[in-house]
Nanobody, 125 residues
Framework: VQLQAYGGGLVQAGGSLRVSCKGS????????SGWFRQAPGKERELVGS????????YYAAAVKGRFTISRDKAENTMYLQMNNLKPEDTATYYC???????????????????WGQGTQVTVSS
């Protein structure tokens, strides 16, 4: 399974941005997936995840209510819609995939086996 994240950019505080993650390989549609982010000097943290079958989602407290994860299984693509962006959302965003049961939303970094390269999101104040 290979993952490719794209769609990052520069946006003003309060604005919106959508980043995408294209998966390749037949297994991607049967894996849970998620988004992480890493700001300079900080550890990589989970943004949220989505189960592979029921599209159940889990979000970190810092983004809940502002960010939405969705996926298009026919296109093997996962999305992260980010609204009301704040300067503290500035980071490199990574997508990842993890094995799991149909309704499982992984929440720990070690659960994810496949990683894409990052896409930079910068929020100006």
């Amino acid at each position: 399974v290979q993952l490719q994240a794209y769609g990052g950019g520069l946006v003003q505080a309060g604005g919106s941005l959508r980043v995408s993650c294209k998966g390749s390989g037949r297994r991607f549609s049967a894996l849970a997936s998620g988004w992480f982010r890493q700001a300079p000097g900080k550890e990589r943290e989970l943004v949220g995840s989505i189960s592979w079958s029921t599209d159940r989602t889990y979000y970190a407290a810092a983004v809940k209510g502002r960010f939405t994860i969705s996926r298009d299984k026919a296109e093997n693509t996962m999305y992260l819609q980010m609204n009301n962006l704040k300067p503290e959302d500035t980071a490199t965003y990574y997508c990842a995939a993890a094995p799991g049961t149909y309704d499982y939303t992984p929440s720990q970094r070690y659960e994810f086996e496949y990683w894409g390269q990052g896409t930079q999101v910068t929020v100006s104040s």
